[in-house]
């Protein structure tokens, strides 16, 4: 299974990016979706997950700012993230808990980041 993460890029405080995230390859199912992101010098954290049922969790420091959703037709989750501020610069993860078959376990994927950098 691929994970390809898109939409990163540079935006001033404030400002709104959208990351997309297709998983592709041998699937079954995608349960949990989410982001997580690594900041220089810290440990990866988790930014947001959205169940296959639609339960989502988020970070505290990104709640009312940053909303994940998926389609599951597509495979694809999606991290709006709107009034961004210099503390959300890291690289930014895809992950996912792919089924791979019906008759296997599911595991964790993850794809190869995606850089978010806020900075006047």
């Known amino acids: 299974v691929q994970l390809q993460a898109s939409g990163g890029g540079l935006v001033q405080p404030g400002g709104s990016l959208r990351l997309s995230c297709a998983a592709s390859g041998s699937i079954f199912s995608v349960n949990v979706m989410g982001w997580y992101r690594q900041a220089p010098g810290k440990q990866r954290e988790l930014v947001a997950l959205m169940s296959n049922i639609g339960s989502t969790n988020y970070a505290d420091s990104v709640k009312g700012r940053f909303t994940i959703s998926k389609d599951n037709d597509k495979n694809t989750a999606y991290l709006q993230m709107n009034n961004l501020q210099p503390e959300d610069t890291a690289l930014y993860y895809c992950?996912?808990?792919?089924?791979?078959?019906?008759?296997?376990?599911?595991?964790?994927?993850w794809g190869q980041g995606t850089q978010v950098t806020v900075s006047s």
């Open positions: 992950n996912a808990w792919v089924q791979p078959r019906a008759n296997r376990a599911s595991y964790s994927a």
